[in-house]
């Protein structure tokens, strides 16, 4: 059982900068593939970004490519994503994501274990 907790989220303004972090709870390096997802109101839960176990392979949606970085720590078993130029439609709440699966994987339904969200507002 892998237990993940988000934190970093909060409210900022459009422009602005956050970084989320995502703390399994046992050794998620090499062992699982991780993912950060988004649900705002209304809306279905959409990828944000993965990355492969090692890290070394990493997908985007195309709406956050240039100003979003996905990175892990195998070392801290965190995994963070960095966030930047924050648009209004960036509101959600994130959500991240392990799956036992190997490479990168960009649909909900492949991963097993998932934490409890973290808001982030961008104000315009």
């Known amino acids: 059982q892998v237990q993940l907790v988000e934190s970093g989220g909060g409210l900022v303004q459009a422009g602005g900068s956050l970084r989320l972090a995502c703390a399994a709870s046992?050794?998620?390096?090499?062992?699982?593939?991780m993912g950060w997802f988004r649900q705002a109101p209304g809306k279905e839960r959409e990828v944000v970004a993965a990355i492969n176990r090692s890290g070394s392979t990493t997908y985007y949606t195309d709406s956050v490519k240039g100003r979003f970085t996905i990175s892990r720590d195998n070392a801290k078993n965190t995994m963070y994503l960095q966030m930047n130029s924050l648009k209004p439609e960036d509101t959600a709440v994130y959500y991240c994501?392990?799956?036992?699966?190997?490479?990168?994987?960009?649909?909900?339904?492949?991963?097993?274990?998932w934490g409890q969200g973290t808001q982030v507002t961008v104000s315009s």
């Open positions: 046992v050794r998620a390096g090499y062992d699982y593939a």
């Open positions: 994501a392990a799956s036992s699966r190997i490479g990168v994987r960009t649909h909900d339904t492949m991963y097993d274990y």
